[in-house]
């Protein structure tokens, strides 16, 4: 598999994300939320450069499957554990493709009411949009390219890979 980014390159990038936040978010007290699985090693990371006293949770969806996809149909399936009331939440993703993911989720954590939402992605891949979808953060904007490494799976695999690798099957 051919290495698309190193460990290196995603470690100095996501502590440029971080100190960038810490910029933005001064005086706030951020809550960052996981998209589980993939987000998991992005978000570990990327805490680690955000100099504010913040919280942490995780949320998982899934897809309903192909058929249902380009709806953007995706079932909650594992919620956050705590209320996000009133709270300025950092929304942590691996990647944003369609954008149908993380358009849901920005709509579904709106109606619980936080002061603010801002989206950490450290990877986009723009060309496949389906949806437009803000992202205030973005690592690396990518070709339309499977990726794996880093927390991204191929079929639940690879996600311990230290570097992003294109996945050539
Ligand atoms: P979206 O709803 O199409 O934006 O899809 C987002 C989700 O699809 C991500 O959170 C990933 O789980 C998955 N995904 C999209 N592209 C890739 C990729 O290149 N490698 C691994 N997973 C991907």
Redesign the pocket.
């Known amino acids: 598999m051919k290495l698309l980014l190193s460990h290196d390159q995603l470690s100095s990038r996501i502590r440029e994300m971080g100190r960038e936040i810490t910029k933005d978010m001064a005086g706030l007290e951020p809550h960052v939320i996981a998209?589980l699985k993939?987000a998991c090693p992005f978000m570990t990371d990327l805490c680690q450069w955000i100099d504010l006293p913040l919280s942490m949770d995780y949320i998982a969806v899934s897809s309903y499957g192909a058929a249902t996809k380009s709806s953007g149909e995706v079932k909650l399936s594992k919620d956050l554990d705590t209320s996000i009331k009133d709270r300025d939440l950092i929304i942590a993703?691996?990647?944003?493709?369609?954008?149908?993911?993380?358009n849901y989720l920005v709509n579904l954590l709106k109606a619980r009411g936080p002061r603010s939402i801002r989206v950490a992605s450290l990877l986009s891949?723009p060309s496949r949009r389906l949806i437009e979808v803000k992202v205030d953060y973005t690592g690396f904007v990518i070709d339309d390219?499977?990726?794996?490494g880093y927390g991204?799976?191929y079929n639940e695999k690879y996600r311990n890979l230290r570097d992003i690798v294109v996945f050539e099957g």
């Open positions: 998209v993939g993703e691996d990647i944003v493709d369609t954008g149908l993911t993380l891949k390219l499977f990726v794996v991204l799976d």
